[in-house]
T-cell receptor, first 111, second 114 residues
Framework: GNSVTQMEGPVTLSEEAFLTINCTYT??????LFWYVQYPGEGLQLLLK?????DKGSNKGFEATYRKETTSFHLEKGSVQVSDSAVYFC??????????FGDGTTLTVKP | EAGVVQSPRYKIIEKKQPVAFWCNPI?????LYWYRQNLGQGPELLIR????????DSQLPKDRFSAERLKGVDSTLKIQPAELGDSAVYLC????????????FGPGTRLTVL
């Protein structure tokens, strides 16, 4: 079956540090890939997505590139802020419409 | 535009009791999802509806869980009887259609079974 493996957390960074959260996947066919963010007490929100190989998704300074050869979709941001503190989920959506999520990575950014 | 609405936000019950969760999706969204999120894990799909039809309920524990989406709008997820292991956050999400990629999530219902 399909699966998503995320870098284990928690991740603690100082403000303005560079962020990378690793995500690799296993899937049949050609899935779409997503990053969701969950702020405390809120539901998951779509952060960015990529629907085919070599696509780059970007939003709010975050980026991730769909790498089919390494089956990866790593999340990056050049300079994190305190407000970026949240839980980040990598997910894939298979052709049949079913979504599979990773276990989430908790990011804490300190001033 | 209102987002996905869920109620209640929190529920504490004793084991063997029944419990129900309600979800109202974004207006016009045909696809509705129920997920369970255990502590420290990602959401796991329980059931997916296209309008009023359940098109994927393979992960729904049918001995104790049931769901309905009458009229293809809001939905109810029920557990009867609840077990200790059912403690989790139950998330509802919706999307325009099953082929439209973006899902919009509600805030979830946190269930604690004592």
């Amino acid at each position: 079956g399909n699966s998503v493996t995320q870098m284990e957390g928690p991740v603690t960074l100082s403000e303005e540090a560079f962020l990378t959260i690793n995500c690799t996947y296993t899937a049949t066919g050609y899935p779409s890939l997503f990053w969701y963010v969950q702020y405390p007490g809120e539901g998951l929100q779509l952060l960015l997505k990529a629907t085919k190989a070599d696509d780059k998704g970007s939003n709010k300074g975050f980026e991730a590139t769909y790498r089919k050869e390494t089956t990866s979709f790593h999340l990056e941001k050049g300079s994190v802020q305190v407000s970026d503190s949240a839980v980040y989920f990598c997910a894939l959506r298979a052709n049949a419409g079913k979504s599979t999520f990773g276990d989430g990575t908790t990011l804490t950014v300190k001033p | 535009e209102a987002g996905v609405v869920q109620s209640p936000r929190y529920k504490i019950i004793e084991k063997k009791q029944p419990v129900a969760f309600w979800c109202n999706p974004i207006s016009g969204h045909n696809t509705l999802y129920w997920y369970r999120q255990n502590l420290g894990q990602g959401p796991e799909l329980l059931i997916r509806y296209e309008n009023e039809e359940a098109v994927d309920d393979s992960q729904l524990p049918k001995d104790r869980f049931s769901a309905e989406r009458l009229k293809g709008v809001d939905s109810t997820l029920k557990i009867q009887p609840a077990e200790l292991g059912d403690s989790a956050v139950y998330l509802c999400a919706s999307s325009l259609s099953q082929t439209y990629n973006e899902q919009f999530f509600g805030p979830g219902t946190r269930l604690t079974v004592l």
